[in-house]
């Protein structure tokens, strides 16, 4: 059966994560049925390389993300006006109103629901956010 999904920047995280010891196919975008997308989590680094980010604040971090949510929602036919949903990841309380200052800045005018959540960690310890969207396209 074909699948009724396109599937963006697909990758094995035996290669995006080499120092664990993970083997799992998974991409950056999935296009439901044409007309809903979904985003995987974004981080601060670029989504065509793996550069340190140790260096960045959470607003640029979060600045970043965000760049790479529109870079990805436009390959996919999208962009940040269809976001519905965004989820929220920040490691440190201290860093929510960095975080929101720069993600506000992209979604201005867009009202999505949001879920915002303080975790204790991401994948790799100089992420200090992550954040999703989900985009619907109008027909």
């Not at 309380?93 to 867009?110: C, M, P, S, T």
Request: charged share 25%; glycine share 6%; hydrophobic share 35%.
């Amino acid at each position: 059966m074909a699948d009724p999904h396109q599937r963006y920047r697909k990758f094995n995280t035996a290669d995006t994560y080499p120092n664990q010891k993970l083997n799992n196919d998974l991409c950056q975008v999935v296009k439901a049925r044409g007309t809903t997308v979904f985003v995987r989590g974004q981080v601060g680094q670029d989504v065509d390389n793996f550069e340190s980010i140790e260096s960045l604040s959470a607003y640029e971090q979060a600045d970043k993300a965000m760049q790479n949510v529109k870079q990805l929602l436009e390959e996919a036919g999208s962009e940040l006006a269809h976001i519905c949903r965004i989820q929220v990841y920040i490691t440190d309380r201290a860093y929510r109103d960095d975080v929101y200052q720069a993600i506000g800045q992209w979604l201005k005018g867009v009202y999505p629901v949001s879920t915002g959540l303080i975790v204790n960690g991401l994948a790799r310890p100089e992420w200090v956010m992550e954040i999703e969207a989900t985009a619907v396209i109008p027909e």
